[in-house]
């Protein structure tokens, strides 16, 4: 069964940074393009950033390019989300998921506030 899970959430000061993982189990991240999306309080869930099976085309929302890296290493099956200069907007809860799949995680809370 394939699950999904994700880590390193926590509360940050804004211009901090975090870097959230997400290790598979169930199946192999190598054969999937995977992505993170994220959902603030009252609002619908947003995709975040996406990357290709091999992990060259990664792929970002407007608001964090230029401040969020999505990177793989399919030797350990696990995807990762590096955020730097985080904003107060950048809270939410952060779920990695495999879109073809519909597989989920169940998210880890990113709190950006001084």
């Known amino acids: 069964q394939a699950h999904l899970v994700e880590s390193g959430g926590g509360l940050v000061q804004p211009g901090g940074s975090l870097r959230l993982s997400c290790a598979a189990s169930?199946?192999?991240?190598?054969?999937?393009?995977m992505s993170w999306y994220r959902q603030a309080p009252g609002e619908e869930r947003e995709l975040v950033a996406s990357?290709?099976?091999?992990?060259?085309?990664?792929g970002y929302v407007a608001s964090v390019k230029g401040r969020f890296t999505i990177s793989r290493d399919n030797a350990k099956n696990t995807v990762y989300l590096q955020m730097n200069s985080l904003k107060p907007d950048d809270t939410a809860v952060y779920y990695c998921?495999?879109?073809?799949?519909?597989?989920w995680g169940q998210g880890t809370q990113v709190t950006v506030s001084s």
């Open positions: 998921t495999v879109p073809v799949r519909n597989y």
């Open positions: 169930g199946f192999t991240v190598s054969a999937y393009a």
């Open positions: 990357i290709s099976k091999d992990g060259v085309i990664p």
